[in-house]
């Protein structure tokens, strides 16, 4: 935009500067022709040479003449390149005499070029004798040039502007590489490739990846210690959790029953929590990846053995995905899941492995009689049983939904359409996403 407006200024200032130059040398040409003459014998005499050969170039659109004003002085003079034409003249009333008596217009010529006239009148002698001098120039002729100026500047300007440009943005983009350096790098730690930036950088760049390291380094720690004291706490836990266990047997009967059942209540929600305390933590420092297909296959395995009277399937239709997340956080929502087909289904268990917009879609079916509508939301509370026939704690799908829900995933309850069981549908993030 800057060089459309230097070019429009030059241009402007060339156009103005041309038609000055052209209106003074017509100035020169009228009083070259003055001085060249005279009144001889009643009638005007000489042979005015401006000194331009245009004047002798036949319909060249330069042209001098001088006629006559008055009945006292006889003939005219012209230049060859008029010939027999004549060229119209204004009125005074249109076109006054300025001060210098002179007057400037412009008329069509001969051969249809614009003309720029300059005319005055002389007192040849002293007789009164009056002439009319006039010199005409080719203004199209000058406008064309000013024209041909224009298209050149902006040609010129227009390729200097664009070899700029283009130098400027190989120049940004030379500069700019150790920022996309930086950002390659900050995609591998997202992406779990690596634990730290390069900080072989230049001098502009490298206090930016110190501190982002310092960074890492700070949440890194701060993980770290919270994982310990939740260690800690499940280890302080887990002994007095164990003396009630034992001593529940020891008592025995319906106390002692009632007892280890709370106990073991106890143990699965304090296990529970604390995983949801360290997914939050690493969601909120570092991603971690996990191969999906092969932890599938293992727990595909697993299942196979734990429920021998019964067909379990794995349907794969993604390869090489990526959960955005750890293996044993997966491991566990996935097992819960096949823990809970293998105990209602009949005869199938089904794992299907897909791909959705959100990421990947794991899905496990049974040809169990699964739930009615309203018993949905009742299997996601936390501690609410459906059927007391069957062991468990009512915790499996709530810590699913719980774990699932803090990798920003979900967890849909349906009906198998072709099994006509239960249809958990689980969505997680895949990792780079």
Partial sequence: MSFFAIATIISALYGEARLQSFKQLLSAHLFSVIASVSVNDGALAGRPDPGEVRYSSPMSGWYWSVE????????????????????????????????????????????????????????????????RFRVMGNLSEVEG????????????????????????????LFGLRPLDRVRRSLTDIREGKVTRLNENLPDEIAPLAREMNALI????????????????????????????????RTIGGTEGRLIAEQSAAMQVQVQHYLQRARVAAQRDSVVFRAPVTPILERLVRVTAKLNPDKEVRFDNYMDD??????????????????????KWGNCVIRLRLSQVDAGFEISVDDDGSGLAPEQIKDALTRGKRLDESKPGTGLG?????????????????????????????LTLPVAGT
Avoid: C, W
């Fill in 68 to 131: 006559p004003v008055g009945d006292n002085l006889k003939g005219s003079l012209r230049s060859i390149s008029l010939g027999d034409k004549s060229i119209d003249s204004p009125t005074t009333l249109l076109v006054p005499f300025d001060t210098s008596f002179q007057r400037s217009y412009t008329e069509e010529g001969p051969n249809g070029q614009q003309l720029s006239v300059v005319e005055t009148e002389v007192v040849l002698d002293a007789e009164n004798r009056v002439a």
């Fill in 145 to 172: 040039e000013i024209a041909n100026f224009r298209h050149t500047l902006y040609f010129y300007l227009g390729i200097f502007g664009l070899g700029g440009t283009l130098i400027n943005a190989a120049v940004i």
């Fill in 217 to 248: 380094d700070n949440n890194r720690r701060i993980m770290e210690r919270s994982r310990t004291q939740v260690g800690n706490l499940a280890h302080s836990l887990k002994t007095p959790l164990s003396v009630l266990v034992n001593e529940s």
């Fill in 321 to 342: 995905v990526i959960f955005a997340g750890e293996q044993e956080d997966l491991e566990e929502m996935v097992g819960n899941l096949l823990e809970n087909a293998g």
């Fill in 397 to 425: 799908l709530s810590i699913v939904h719980d774990t699932v829900r803090e990798y920003g995933g979900t967890l849909r309850l349906e009906r198998s359409a072709d099994l006509g069981g239960l249809s958990a549908r």
